[in-house]
């Protein structure tokens, strides 16, 4: 009796270990949404940032970006293939600063996809000369389509523009082989809990 009492009490208390510290499993897409020195002249063509690709497969909901002037803009994320996997509603940023696009639907990416931005006019979202080659369209080469492979110009560049997205893990795959080490788990069991955790309360 006494055994099967202790039993239930190492069992419950795994479970609530469990349960306190799960959250949910998220990582960066994208660089700090800060004011930076410059903002592209091109008008109607894509730029793509390759500094922090999604790191692993997920969703996300927002996007935050420094707007250096007022425009409309589209978010688009492009994957390892450098396929247009997604390409956002018209976004409009009313003026200068920190913004926060909200969408309407959860966004899901692979890990490795790049996020970029379509500017309608001039471009909106600041950049600075450093970091990983940018890559981007020719000026008025158009709105990108979903399926598409971008058409980059021959020139690349480091660049790191303002714009990031907050990926949620949507496979408990990324805990595995060590994995669950690079965050803020006590073991595998408590990080995959977490995920399964997170992605039911959805439900």
Request: one cysteine or more; hydrophobic letters at 40%.
């Amino acid at each position: 009796m006494r055994r099967t009492i202790a039993a239930v009490l190492v069992m419950t208390a795994a479970v609530l270990g469990l349960t306190t510290a799960a959250h949910a499993l998220t990582g960066t897409l994208g660089n700090p949404a800060t004011d930076r020195a410059y903002v592209d002249g091109y008008h109607n063509f894509t730029i793509v940032d390759t500094n922090h690709p999604a790191p692993f497969d997920g969703t996300f909901t927002h996007v935050n970006y420094y707007a250096e002037r007022a425009g409309d803009i589209r978010f688009v994320v492009v994957d390892t293939t450098g396929t247009v996997t997604w390409v956002s509603d018209v976004i409009t940023a009313a003026g200068a600063g920190v913004q926060t696009a909200t969408l309407a639907d959860p966004v899901g990416v692979t890990a490795g996809s790049n996020i970029g931005v379509f500017s309608v006019g001039q471009g909106v979202v600041s950049y600075e000369y450093a970091g990983a080659p940018s890559e981007w369209t020719a000026n008025n080469a158009g709105l990108p389509a979903v399926g598409d492979t971008l058409d980059y110009e021959a020139t690349t560049q480091g660049r790191v523009y303002s714009m990031n997205a907050t990926v949620e893990a949507s496979s408990p795959e990324v805990c595995k082989d060590g994995g669950w080490e690079m965050y803020d788990y006590k073991n595998q069991g408590q990080c995959i809990a977490s995920i399964v955790a997170d992605s039911n309360s959805g439900k």
